[in-house]
C-alpha cells in the first residue's frame, strides 16, 4: 500500500463512518477544488473527469489560521507524487466532501460489523483479494450522489489471512447480507478473475436482486458476464466504469427513499 492510498484511505473510512466532519473553511476549499478541476474543459468537477493541478492544490493549501489541523492537508500534499488508485481515492472523497452530504454516523457497514436495521441497504459485490480498495470509492461515489442508505461493505479493514474460522466467518457475513440488501452492486477489476464474486452474481440475478454490475473494459470475463446477464437479466446493463455503476445502483435504490435506518 502506498502512502496516499495509507492516508486517502484512512481519512475516506473516518468520513463515511462520520468520524470526521470537515472544518467548514475546509469543506469550502475542498468544494471549490473539486468544482475548479473542469474549468478549462467544461466537465462537471472531478465527477465529470476533471484533474487536481499543483496550482489548484497550492490554493487549497494556501494559508488559514486552521491550516494546521485541516485532515485533508496531508492527503493533498502526498497526491502529486501519488499513485493512480490513491489519487482516484483523494477525488472521491473530495467530490463526497463537495457534495455537502455527510455520511450518516454508522451507515457504512463493514464486515465483521453486522447490521440488523431496517432501512434501505446497498452491498458492495466484487473482488477483494488481488483487487484494489474499489469497495471505498464506491461507498463515496454513493454518498457524492445523495445516498442515504446503508451501505455494506465486505473489504474487512484488517484480514486475519490464512485463519480457516476468519474465512467462514466472512463467507457467512456475506451470505446474510447480500440477502439483506435491497440492491446489489457488482463491480469486477481488471486485477483478477474473482470467482466467488462471480457465483454471487449468478445466484443474486437468478434470485430477481436489484442490481447495478459493472466490470472494467479489461476484465477477462466481460464478455461471459455480459452474454450470461443478457439470457438471464436482459433488464441489467453492464457498465463499463465505476462511475456509471454507482450512478445505476443510486437509481435502483432512488425509490426506497432518503429516509434511514432505525
Known sequence: ??????LAGALATD????Q???DPTEEHRARILSLSASADVSLEGLAGGGVITGEAIMQMLRPHPDLASWQLAPVLRAYLTGDDHGQALVRD????VAGMHQPPAGRHVRSPDRYDGSGPAVFL???????PDWQTRAALRLRAAGVTATILNPRRPDFPEGDPAASRQQIAWEYQHLHRADVVLFWFC???IQPIA???LGAHAARGTKIAVGTHPDYERRLDITEQLRHARPDVEIHASLADTVRAAAALVAPYGASLPD
Open 15 to 18: 468520513y463515511l463512518s462520520g
Open 1 to 6: 500500500m502506498t502512502e496516499l492510498q495509507r
Open 93 to 96: 472523497l473530495l467530490d463526497a
Open 125 to 131: 459485490a466484487g473482488g477483494i483479494t488481488g483487487c
Open 198 to 200: 462471480l457465483y454471487e
Open 20 to 22: 470526521w466532519t470537515p
Open 190 to 192: 481488471a486485477e483478477s
